[in-house]
């Protein structure tokens, strides 16, 4: 039986995205209580480039989903399964567009440019409203821990069916390795 | 005699009218301009942080002033600068701008600029060497500047650059200019009105 993946480009950006956004949660994490200095704009800007990298790798990532549909799935598994794996891609989608955008929102509502690596300016979203701002960075939070949450099931899924099921499923999103296939 | 003496009456009538008209002429377009019209009047400026532009501005300045458009080299200024309405970026940001490590506003609780000396350099246009006042540091500054009437009231523009250490704003752990530019670009949008 031939192995069914996802494209090469696909399983890049769905591990380099995944690295980007746990370093991008984790420094959100680390700034979080930090009194305003060098370190805390230093890590704030990192967080935000890497943040503008993660939206626009997650546009890329949608249009190629678009033209190159996800492979036939060759697991056995119950309805309801599949059904809670359909519903937490189109959920991690979702966040991973809506959690930068939001970002963007709530840096500009705070009155700060964002930029990409120093290099260009995005513009600003809303005028600097202080409310807002507050309001949007409860959002903002609240979305990345969801997320966080959501990412921790899609892992615990995976290992479950590496290693439980031990159905070969990982093998649709990596590369080489054949050891589970059937 | 007699003629001469009549001769010379008109002659001095006439002079005194001249100078008459003259002073009337002069007087009515030499207006002076010696007050600030400060909800007009403008200083903002512009840092960057890791490459992102924050700008902001000084909402509370006062100063005294004179220019007279047919003299502008006589043209004095001494603009005073409260620190406390320092306005840009979030609350964090505003608190950390008044405190020790930048502006100090309670030693410090104002920034001045005084005219020293001042060069027409074309129509309109003005090179003022002056001295700025920030944090207790006095430092020379030229400023380019462009001045014209607009109705009744005088308007002056200006952009220059101010660097921030020299002032010793952001001490310590924020004397790291990458992550604060050192370079701060400021506007003066100065509006006056005749007395």
Do not use: C
């Amino acid at each position: 039986m031939s192995k069914v993946r996802y494209t090469s480009i696909a399983i890049i950006l769905h591990w380099v995205m995944a690295l980007l956004i746990f370093v991008t949660w984790s420094i959100a994490i680390a700034i979080d209580d930090m009194p305003l200095s060098p370190a805390r704009i230093t890590g704030l800007s990192w967080h935000k480039w890497l943040g503008v990298t993660i939206f626009f790798l997650v546009i890329l990532r949608l249009l190629w989903r678009a033209i190159h549909p996800a492979p036939p799935l060759k697991v056995q598994m119950p309805a309801w399964q599949e059904m809670v794996m359909q519903l937490t891609h189109f959920t991690l989608y979702l966040l991973m567009v809506a959690i930068p955008v939001i970002g963007w929102l709530m840096s500009s509502a705070k009155g700060y440019t964002v930029n990409y690596f120093g290099l260009f300016e995005l513009p600003d979203l809303v005028d600097k409203d202080k409310a807002l701002g507050d309001q949007l960075k409860l959002i903002h939070e609240l979305l990345a821990n969801g997320l966080m949450v959501l990412v921790g099931l899609h892992i615990l899924a995976a290992l479950k069916h590496q290693f439980i099921d031990k159905d070969g499923l990982l093998g649709r999103m990596t590369f080489g390795g054949s050891i589970n296939e059937k | 005699m007699k003629s001469n003496f009549l001769l010379r009456v008109p002659t001095l009538l006439k002079a005194l009218l001249l100078a008459f008209m003259m002073g009337v002429i002069s007087s009515s377009y030499a207006a002076e301009y010696s007050s600030i019209d400060i909800a007009k009047s403008k200083i903002t400026f512009t840092s960057k942080l890791m490459g992102s532009k924050i700008s902001g501005n000084f909402g509370k300045f006062s100063g005294k002033v004179l220019f007279n458009p047919d003299e502008p080299e006589k043209a004095k200024a001494n603009i005073v600068i409260d620190i406390a309405s320092f306005n840009a970026g979030g609350d964090e940001l505003q608190e950390e701008a008044k405190g020790k490590d930048w502006f100090s506003a309670k030693l410090f609780p104002m920034a001045s600029y005084v005219t020293e000396s001042i060069k027409t350099t074309g129509p309109n246009s003005l090179d003022v060497r002056g001295t700025l006042t920030i944090k207790g540091k006095a430092i020379p500054l030229l400023i380019a500047v462009k001045y014209q009437p607009q109705g009744k009231q005088m308007l002056f523009d200006a952009n220059f650059q101010v660097l921030r250490l020299d002032f010793g704003l952001g001490a310590g752990n924020w004397a790291d200019t990458s992550a604060v530019a050192n370079e701060v670009p400021v506007n003066v949008h100065l509006v006056l009105n005749q007395k």
